[in-house]
């Protein structure tokens, strides 16, 4: 059976432990607690750390609803005592400059504390908001002007995100009729099944031209992405592994694996393979290492992986870590739309920022006359 516990999540327990501590001595100090009062914080923060490691081995070797319900309190737990430690920490800084020892000021920083968990709570449960843009293309042939391409990235189904978020975004196919459904990686939780009923309803979902589908981290941590490749395949969903086709006669997308995880140079090696005079709808998940695509021709890249940072302020660290980190972008003559995603990895939290499917809708803007 495989170890329940990477380095990573190691090193995710420990610092939810460091959070914790934190937030137990903010409390002795700042409302300078007796010996009961500290025993008790301490107690707590014992416990609430423990919570996530916990419920990772016992969702390992005793699976089930109860597995999965610890699951998600233990990473609920997690992203919270990540917010209150920030928020805590800042509070700190702000009432030192202040010079403020006032159990009053405490007070009002733990009830702001609590606000910005319920906040996170309500932002992360949100259905994927619907985004729209346009993309102008001069070279654009007449007949694929109105071209419309939903967007779908980043939503880790599995047991913390079931197939009811799935539903969704089906119902939001449905109504908005794209020519193309893109996925763009990070479909699936690494090593997770699916849940029963996903290819249904993959198979349902709406798309005038079809589906296609690029891998993320998370789906290539199993068998090389084999796997769910070949899930894809399956449910009639066009799995682009370093490939090209036509969706529709002129228009060419090309998709590759995950650049980190997979071959870093694949977008290399499949720049020179493409034709220039078509427009180019490029998917991959990680936001950089296609230099060479956007080089020449024009068109439109999909890509996905930051979620935004999810939870503030992850994102000030992520944007000097990433090219392009979020929102739309232009290289030379392509486009370049990163998503926030469709949904939320590890804790069920999003704070300041929100999940979304992107509806680009491709369209002609050649000079007068033509």
């Known amino acids: 059976m495989r170890n329940p516990f990477s380095l990573f999540g190691l090193g995710l327990s420990l ?16 409302l300078a607690l007796r010996s009961a009062g500290r025993f008790l914080a301490i107690e707590a923060a014992l416990l609430l750390s423990a919570l996530y490691p916990s419920a990772r081995v016992y969702s390992q070797y005793l699976p089930g609803q109860l597995a999965d319900a610890a699951l998600w309190l233990g990473f609920f737990v997690l992203g919270a005592s990540f917010i209150v430690f920030w928020w805590l920490a800042l509070c700190d800084l702000l009432l030192w400059a202040a010079r403020v020892r006032a159990r009053g000021a405490a007070g009002a920083c733990l009830a702001a504390a609590v606000f910005l968990v319920g906040l996170a709570s309500w932002q992360g449960r949100k259905d994927p908001e619907v985004v729209r843009l346009e993309i102008p293309l001069e070279d654009l042939p007449q007949a694929l002007d109105g071209f419309s391409i939903l967007q779908v990235s980043d939503l880790h189904l599995g047991r913390m995100n079931s197939l009811e978020r799935l539903a969704q975004i089906a119902a939001v196919a449905e109504a908005v009729k794209p020519d193309l459904v893109a996925f763009t990686g990070d479909f699936s939780e690494r090593r997770e099944r699916m849940p029963e009923g996903t290819c249904e309803m993959l198979r349902s979902m709406k798309a005038l031209r079809g589906k296609a589908a690029v891998l993320g981290n ?8 084999q796997p769910t490749a070949a899930f894809f395949e399956s449910c009639g969903v066009k799995t682009l592994r370093n490939e090209i086709y036509e969706p529709v006669p002129g228009l060419l997308a090309a998709g590759v694996d995950d650049l980190r995880r997979g071959d870093r ?106």
């Open 15 to 30: 610092f939810c432990l460091a959070f914790n501590l934190y937030a137990a001595w903010w409390l002795v100090r700042r």
């Open 218 to 225: 998370h789906d290539m941590f199993s068998g090389g992405g």
């Open 265 to 370: 140079d694949a977008a290399a090696r499949l720049a020179p393979l493409l034709d220039r005079a078509k427009p180019l709808l490029f998917l991959s998940h990680q936001p950089e290492g296609f230099d060479g695509i956007t080089a020449a021709g024009f068109g439109l890249v999909l890509s996905g992986h930051t979620h935004e940072g999810q939870i503030f302020p992850l994102g000030l660290l992520e944007y000097r870590m990433f090219k392009y980190f979020y929102g739309l972008y232009r290289a030379g003559d392509f486009y370049i739309y990163v998503t926030s995603g469709a949904g939320t990895w590890g804790p069920p939290l999003r704070l300041f920022t929100r999940s979304e499917l992107p509806l680009l809708t491709l369209r002609r803007s050649g000079p007068p006359g033509l």
